[in-house]
């Protein structure tokens, strides 16, 4: 059994990492001057040659690079090997119209892998486990991804993808499935829907690996009681590899960035400048290993927190908080910025679970926002007939936390879609057209 998966790595000194970073980012930039036109205006244009580039101390010299470059991109444009080096591509959902594909060489594949071999190893996982995958496969990363990190472990991978849960259910149990690797909105689904079965005590999973959306410590702590486990976040993002980015250890007081591929940095994100640690901002990606698709400053637009102090864990490598938002998560409404996790901290305050739809629209020229916010079962049997006063607290909950008027519309348990891979929080119907 294997306690760390690549122990050396995980707990080198940080001035080992520090010279990895310098080494690596220098040959990276290289790479890209040579191998990828834009990068070389781009650098140009900044008066940069990759002499410039001397160890990480020179990295904020570099400009950024950001979703619209991705897009402007498209599809080869930003690829650093030649098509016959590149063996798998994998791709966003594209819904808003920004479809991203990133292209991989055998060698970036096996980072990427090892990458999630190290978050199932902090989640717990042996060759003795069974590890359920219900990601998405295809060109979504997430089934890939863990896949790839369970073999390399030597885990029995069971590549379930999303979707059909009374199979999930049935091979959960069958099988002895012991590592759960989902969205936290369907391992929450699958938790509900094992306990109205009864069949909690015929599944034998110990830990969950629940990533590629934000979820808060109260869907923890539900979907840990559900389904009896321990349950571990991971971040990761397809531009820059996929889940694995950063991963969760058993402290569970932030995600390690895999800084022996991945420089983080967190810039303001108006003036671009760079901040220490404790001060929240945009997460920016420099991948410095990468060979296919070696993304530099990659402005990410999630929102967090870095911290560079020791890990009682015995990694060494950074943390990042969970996202605490997206730059362009944010809806503008009647003027005022709102975030979704401002609207989801006021329900869980109150005691509603994080089952709900923000639906924003334009009546005559003028917005309106509404919450559909599921109730639990327990305030559905209590509060026939109380409803409108339990609408009447949201409502006085949301106006003191947003400063506008948001109308509440209670519903009754299990009305609002459950999602089998990201959950859908938000319908805006001012933007019936796709970008
Ligand atoms: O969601 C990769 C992934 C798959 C991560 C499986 C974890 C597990 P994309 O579809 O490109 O890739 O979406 C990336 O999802 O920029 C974040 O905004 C969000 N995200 C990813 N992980 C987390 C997380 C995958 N743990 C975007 N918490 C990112 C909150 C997350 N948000």
Redesign the pocket.
């Known amino acids: 059994m294997e306690r760390y998966y690549q122990k050396e790595i995980e707990t080198a000194s940080r001035e080992q990492i520090r010279e990895w970073q310098s080494e690596r980012l220098v040959n990276q930039v290289k790479n890209v001057w040579e191998n990828v036109p834009f990068y070389r205006k781009k650098m140009e244009e900044a008066g940069l040659t990759p002499d410039d580039i001397k160890s990480v101390d020179d990295l904020h010299k570099l400009p950024f690079l950001c979703k619209d470059d991705l897009r402007d991109n498209y599809p080869t444009g930003l690829c650093a090997r030649p098509m016959k080096d590149c063996v798998r591509i994998q791709s ?2 594209g819904t808003t119209g920004r479809r ?1 594909v990133a292209y991989y060489t055998q060698h970036d594949l096996d980072i990427w892998e090892d990458c999630c071999a190290r978050a199932l190893t902090a989640a717990g996982t042996t060759n003795e486990d069974v590890v359920h995958v219900s ?1 998405g496969y295809g060109l ?3 089934g890939a ?2 896949h790839g990190g369970s073999h390399k472990i030597g885990s029995l991978t069971l590549p379930m993808s999303s979707g059909n849960t009374d199979r999930q259910i049935q091979f959960m149990t069958d099988l002895g499935s012991t590592i759960l690797c989902c969205t936290p909105s369907y391992a929450a689904y699958l938790g509900e829907t094992i306990n109205e079965r009864g069949l909690r005590d015929q599944i034998k999973l110990k830990s969950g690996i ?6 808060t410590e109260e869907m923890r702590r539900d979907v840990e009681s559900k389904l009896g486990i321990k349950a571990y ?7 820059i590899s ?2 694995g980015v950063a991963f969760e250890c058993s402290e569970q007081t932030g ?1 390690h960035v895999n800084e022996d591929h991945f420089i983080a940095e967190v810039i303001n994100p108006i003036t671009g400048e760079v901040l220490p640690d404790g001060e929240k901002g945009e997460l920016v990606f420099t991948c410095i290993t990468k060979e296919a698709f070696p993304l530099i400053r990659y402005r ?3 929102i967090c927190i870095l911290n560079h102090k020791e890990c009682s864990c015995g990694r060494t490598h950074v943390k990042m908080t ?2 605490l938002g ?1 730059s362009d998560d944010m809806l503008i409404v009647k003027g005022v910025n709102v975030f979704p996790s401002q609207i989801e901290a006021v329900l869980i305050k109150q005691g509603y679970p994080a089952n709900y739809l923000i639906v924003v629209d334009r009546v005559n020229n003028s917005d309106k926002i509404e919450v559909q916010v599921e109730m639990t079962p327990e305030m559905f049997s209590d509060s026939v007939g109380d409803i409108t006063a339990r609408e009447a607290e949201l409502v006085a909950g949301l106006k003191a936390m947003l400063g506008i008027y948001v109308k509440v519309k209670l519903v009754s348990p299990k009305t609002i879609a459950r999602s089998e891979g ?1 959950a859908v929080r938000i319908i805006d119907k001012r933007n019936l057209y796709q970008q």
């Open positions: 966003t959902s991203v990601y979504f990363t997430g991804g863990l629940f990533g590629a959306e934000a979820w976040d991971i971040y990761g993002l397809t531009e996929g889940p995600m990410t637009r999630d969970k996202p997206r990201k």
